[in-house]
């Protein structure tokens, strides 16, 4: 190892599990006396956290690490790390394809960075996807945003989505205890953070594997308790959580919502398909029925709530009409936001298997069309919040304009207004909103009394 503080550089792809995990690993690093640097070509170690949900993501590791694996033949000491859900679905055939790296380790293995790199620097190469318990967090995330954070609460999934390969990265369910997760929350109240995001990957699962039961034979340990025993932790001024399963989501988790002032009116609930076959064939386990069913209970309770989804098109097998079926729930729920994506076979499960897979032409086409309604009814949905007065998070600066600064509604919808951030970071505003785009709103300050 060199004397001088060595620099190291993190690249993320995916979702906000891996990003929850980057900023882990990052504390990790910084606690052994790396500092940050922002161009990787300045670092001496190298980590890409990686995704295999999109095949791009993954198309675009094996760039980058390519690029680095050449510039290690003249810096033999630069450490090169891939981290994530391909190292875990790779294993050892990531160091026969690219054998300048030093450490290959699954997402489980996130916590165990000191040790691993430990093994590197005595001079193995160490590759780390194994089963593991995952132990409690001891580091202090290095966090992104001085304003908002994300907690774990439960790591993996017990569900066999057929189109996921996430149960065979990121292994079994396993759920924090809800004292850790009050601890680790009431910390970043007093660091001055003001929300939180709980985060898992199948949330709704969360405490299903701790042991407890209560007097009535109801599981002691469901979110809902969890949002009931974490509400009141001081600082923290917001509260969110994600990702839902429709096939666990509650009638008593959307009352929760609407009863707890903190919990932001914002419901993240990925339906995949509007067609009931298709969504057999995903093995999601329930019917489009019940979809609309949770939706229609949720604007019940909070007429005004935000609802966001995530959407596949093209799935093996899917006709026209079954198709035609999800567009129909897009018309009819009037999403504030919908993650789309053709259908894409990844390794290692079931449904890439098949043989009815589509052209790459009709899923595109698809998905063409499905977002063309989505940007539709986005705009639509967005008309709501012109003149009304929204509080809003304030986050950053507007990188586009210095002048103005951004943050985020309840219902999560980028908001910009004039202001200085040094004065505003951190605070939560009333804002009149003045003009609506689909995805983002701008307004006027009101005052900055409210906190
Ligand atoms: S619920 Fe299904 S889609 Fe979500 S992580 Fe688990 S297997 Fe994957």
């Known amino acids: 190892m060199t004397t001088s503080p060595r620099r ?6 995916g979702c906000q599990m891996n990003k929850a995990d980057s900023e882990r690993m990052a504390g990790i690093l910084e606690n052994m006396g790396f500092e940050w640097s922002e161009d990787p070509n300045d670092a001496s170690l190298i980590l890409y956290n990686t995704c295999t949900i999109r095949d791009n993501a993954e198309q675009k590791v094996y760039s980058y690490l390519g690029r680095q694996a050449k510039r290690k033949q003249e810096q033999p000491d630069l450490t090169l790390i891939v981290a994530g859900c391909v190292a875990q679905q790779e294993g050892e055939q990531l160091l026969r394809r690219v054998p300048e790296l030093d450490l290959v380790m699954g997402p489980q293995h996130a916590n165990r960075l000191e040790d691993l790199l430990q093994q590197v620097f005595d001079g193995n190469q160490v590759v780390a996807t194994e089963e593991v318990h995952i132990m409690e967090d001891i580091t202090k995330p290095r966090r992104d ?20 390969v996430v149960p065979n990265v990121r292994g ?29 990957q199948n949330i709704d699962a969360y405490g299903r594997d701790l042991p407890g039961a209560t007097a009535e034979g109801r599981h002691q340990h469901t979110l809902t308790d969890l949002l009931y025993y974490v509400h009141d932790v001081p600082g923290i001024e917001r509260l969110r959580f994600a990702t839902s ?27 995949q398909s509007g067609d009931n076959d298709i969504l057999k064939a995903m093995s999601r386990g329930y019917t489009q029925e019940k979809y609309r069913r949770i939706i229609d209970t ?3 309770y909070m007429p005004d709530a935000a609802i966001s989804a995530d959407a596949i098109v093209g799935f093996p097998g899917e006709t026209e009409e079954q198709f035609q ?56 949905a967005s008309q709501r919040y012109f003149g009304r007065i929204e509080e809003v998070l304030v986050e950053d600066q507007n990188p586009k304009d210095p002048t103005q600064v951004m943050g985020r509604t309840r219902g999560n919808r980028l908001t910009f207004f004039t202001g200085d951030i040094n004065e505003l970071k951190g605070k939560i505003v009333p804002v009149k909103i003045t003009q609506v785009r689909p995805f983002s709103l701008t307004g006027e300050a009101l005052s900055v009394a409210c906190c």
């Not at 190291?8 to 792809?13: E, P, R």
């Not at 001085?146 to 999934?157: L, R």
């Not at 079926?325 to 298997?353: H, K, M, Q, W």
Request: charged share 25%; glycine share 4%.
């Open 145 to 164: 945003s001085k304003v908002t954070a994300w907690v774990n609460v439960i790591y993996g999934c017990n569900e066999r989505c057929t189109y996921c």
């Open 172 to 200: 079994v369910e396993q759920s924090r205890t809800p004292e850790a997760i009050r601890a680790e929350m009431e910390e970043l109240g007093r660091q001055g953070y003001k929300e939180v995001t709980l985060l898992g």
């Open 245 to 271: 399963h429709p096939r666990y989501f509650t009638e008593r988790l959307i009352r929760a919502c609407a009863e707890l002032p903190k919990v932001c009116e914002l419901f993240h609930i990925p339906f």
């Open 298 to 300: 949720i604007r019940r």
């Open 325 to 380: 079926n999800t567009l129909r729930l897009v018309e009819d729920i009037r999403f504030d936001l919908l993650n789309t994506a053709a259908y894409s076979p990844r390794p290692g499960t079931p449904a890439a298997l098949w043989e009815n897979q589509l052209s790459e032409e009709v899923k595109s086409d698809r998905l063409q069309r499905l977002n063309h309604l989505v940007n539709v009814k986005a705009a639509q």
């Open 8 to 13: 190291y550089h993190i690249t993320t792809f």
